[in-house]
Nanobody, 124 residues
Framework: QVQLVESGGGLVQAGGSLRLSCAAS????????MGWFRQAPGKEREFVAT????????YYADSVKGRFTISRDNAKNTVYLQMNSLKPEDTAVYYC?????????????????WGQGTQVTVSS
């Protein structure tokens, strides 16, 4: 069992930056593919970014490519999402997720564990 706790959300002006963190419990963090998803009001949850077990491979949604960076520190059992050049359309609840499968985790069904989410609001 893995427990995930997100932090770092908040209110920021358009063009600003935030860094989200997701702390995981357990000693097998390095064996999980980690991902970030988001869900805006009235919309379905959408993929944002994913990172492989050791952090060698990353993949992003087109909407955030070049602005967001996913990274992980396996010694700290933590995955990060650095968000730059934020836009009002980035406003959503952001969730981190952990998956035991191999492969590219760019869809929600890939993942086995989810955090509770952290709110990000970008004002115009």
């Amino acid at each position: 069992q893995v427990q995930l706790v997100e932090s770092g959300g908040g209110l920021v002006q358009a063009g600003g930056s935030l860094r989200l963190s997701c702390a995981a419990s357990g000693r097998t963090f390095s064996t999980y593919v980690m991902g970030w998803f988001r869900q805006a009001p009235g919309k379905e949850r959408e993929f944002v970014a994913t990172i492989s077990w050791r952090g060698a491979s990353t993949y992003y949604a087109d909407s955030v490519k070049g602005r967001f960076t996913i990274s992980r520190d396996n010694a700290k059992n933590t995955v990060y999402l650095q968000m730059n050049s934020l836009k009002p359309e980035d406003t959503a609840v952001y969730y981190c997720a952990a998956g035991i499968r191999a492969g590219r985790g760019d869809y929600a069904e890939f993942y086995d564990y989810w955090g509770q989410g952290t709110q990000v609001t970008v004002s115009s």
